[in-house]
């Protein structure tokens, strides 16, 4: 199989933006996303597209793929919209890759929009609702924060997780938030704003959950036969690993981890010949401060019941052994259902261009994204690394 690679990324702002459609935001991530290209693209090359999006909400019932790619003027090639709950836009990099890999494509672009922002009330709960497991969680009462408020009260009862640790999250994220232009919550907070903040769904206080948000994010992909077209610094894709489980969380044999995340990332690392060890940095899937900690465990930067202790001693913050979210995450950047995948691997092709500004990690070569749908129905990891040496 011919090898894959990220050639361009880039996203929209991320936040509320009554002004702006499913199009509009789309369009801007595009034109980001072609103009992050070393050496640049010209749209015509761009054989296929894949669209992540839930697209139930609002301005976008029912959206196709279409809608947006012919907006931006990708007319005739094939264009699929990939929904698959939270982890819609990580799963269509997965798709781009595959295609790129099966010799189908050169260059793709993979990508994600959501406007979420338009809707509230009953409509955002059961909106929310469809991401899990609807006729016997969502429909009888569970929120989408009441089945991450179980999974955090199973990891205290475990493991001894604290909310205080929980609140480390949301600190170290809205650090990098605060320094990250497209975020949507860009200010700090401290320990005591998070611990102290409205409960949302006991133990998870208002600090502790992602926003609802607008936004979309785009990724360039193109294989090894015309990479040196558009740079001369490639960042391959060196594994992706992908897994499913019961949409229910009633129905797993565990409340307290994430299988499907450990699934994929054993199978990402292992297509990489790498191991956890090897990352520079990661972009996880931390809807709810618990999705956090469960990720270390889930992607192997921990053993399970060891993430509360990890995140409190700083080893996972912007300057620590392997930082964790500086984008912000989904606490801060926010959280566009169908964008966040791709949001994040935008994330990790800054962190590995160099070009990710005051978060930037020195030296970083390698990194890993994770996206989750739902509450783990489906996971999708990513490991990108950037083939020649820094400062080369």
């Known amino acids: 199989m011919r090898e894959a690679y990220v050639v361009g990324a880039g996203q929209s702002e991320f936040g509320s933006f009554p002004d702006e459609s499913y199009r509009s935001l789309f369009e801007t991530a595009f034109e980001a996303t072609i103009d992050s290209v070393p050496a640049g693209i010209d749209p015509e090359e761009v054989d296929e597209a894949v669209v992540g999006t839930l697209g139930v909400g609002g301005r976008q019932l029912g959206l196709p793929g279409p809608a947006v790619t012919e907006h931006v003027g990708l007319h005739g090639i094939p264009v699929t919209r990939v929904e698959n709950a939270c982890a819609a836009s990580g799963y269509a990099v997965r798709q781009g890759v595959q295609a790129i890999r099966s010799g189908m494509a050169d260059v793709v672009l993979a990508g994600g929009v959501e406007v979420m922002t338009d809707i509230s009330g009953d409509a955002v709960r059961y909106w929310l609702g469809v991401s899990g497991e609807t006729e016997w969680e969502r429909l009888s009462g569970t929120t989408f924060a009441g089945v991450y408020a179980q999974m955090a009260s199973a990891h205290m009862r475990e493991y001894g997780t604290t909310r205080e640790q929980l609140s480390h999250v949301a600190v170290k994220n809205h650090e990098n938030g605060a320094k990250n232009p497209h975020a949507q919550l860009r200010f700090e907070c401290t320990l005591e704003d998070a611990m102290e903040a409205p409960t949302v769904a006991d133990p998870l206080t208002l600090y502790h959950c992602c926003p609802t948000t607008d936004g979309a994010a785009g990724v360039l992909l193109a294989s090894e036969d015309v990479v040196e077209e558009y740079t001369d610094d490639p960042i391959r894709v060196a594994g992706v690993g992908a897994a499913s489980d019961r949409v229910g969380l ?143």
């Open 250 to 392: 009633f129905q797993r044999e565990t409340y307290s981890g994430v299988p499907a995340s450990r699934k994929a990332a054993e199978t990402a690392y292992e297509r990489a010949g790498v191991g956890p060890e090897a990352l520079d940095f990661a972009e996880v899937h931390d809807c709810f401060a618990i999705a956090e900690l469960m990720a270390y465990a889930d992607i192997g930067l921990c053993e399970p019941g060891e993430a509360g202790e990890l995140v409190a001693s700083g080893a996972t913050r912007r300057d620590g052994e392997t930082p964790v979210n500086t984008s912000g995450g989904l606490k801060s950047k926010g959280h566009p259902i169908g964008a966040t995948g791709a949001g994040q691997v935008v994330e990790a092709f800054k962190q590995l261009s160099g070009e990710a500004g005051e978060r930037q990690v020195d030296g970083a070569v390698r990194g890993l994204t994770h996206n989750v749908g739902g509450s783990g129905g489906a996971a999708v990891v990513h490991v990108l690394e950037r083939e020649r040496e820094v400062g080369a």
